[in-house]
Nanobody, 122 residues
């Protein structure tokens, strides 16, 4: 599966952004989808994941209650709604697809998009 992330940008602290990740191929609904992020000078970290059916989600503690992951299997797209953004959310955000049913490590996902920059100003 090929992934294309979009929706990043510059936003003030407290604002919102919605990231999208469009997938190619007819097997999107078979994949568990995830979002990761990488801030300058830091390792890439897990943000959120959603099962293939959309029935279960998982979040990093740092974004719980502020971010929501969702998917539309008819549109082959996964979303990340980000509310109450903080300067520490500034990073390049990546979407990823995997066939494992669980896991929050990079190894749990085999396909990656190119990333979209999110910058939160204070």
């Amino acid at each position: 599966v090929q992934l294309q992330a979009s929706g990043g940008g510059l936003v003030q602290a407290g604002g919102s952004l919605r990231l999208s990740c469009a997938a190619s191929g007819r097997t999107f609904s078979s994949y568990r989808m995830g979002w990761f992020r990488q801030a300058p000078g830091k390792e890439r970290e897990f943000v959120a994941a959603i099962t293939s059916s959309g029935g279960n989600t998982a979040y990093a503690d740092s974004v719980k209650g502020r971010f929501t992951i969702s998917r539309d299997n008819r549109e082959n797209t996964v979303y990340l709604q980000m509310n109450s953004l903080k300067p520490e959310d500034t990073a390049v955000y990546y979407c990823a697809a995997g066939l494992l049913r669980s896991g929050s490590t990079e190894k749990s996902f085999g396909s990656w998009g190119q990333g979209t920059q999110v910058t939160v100003s204070s």
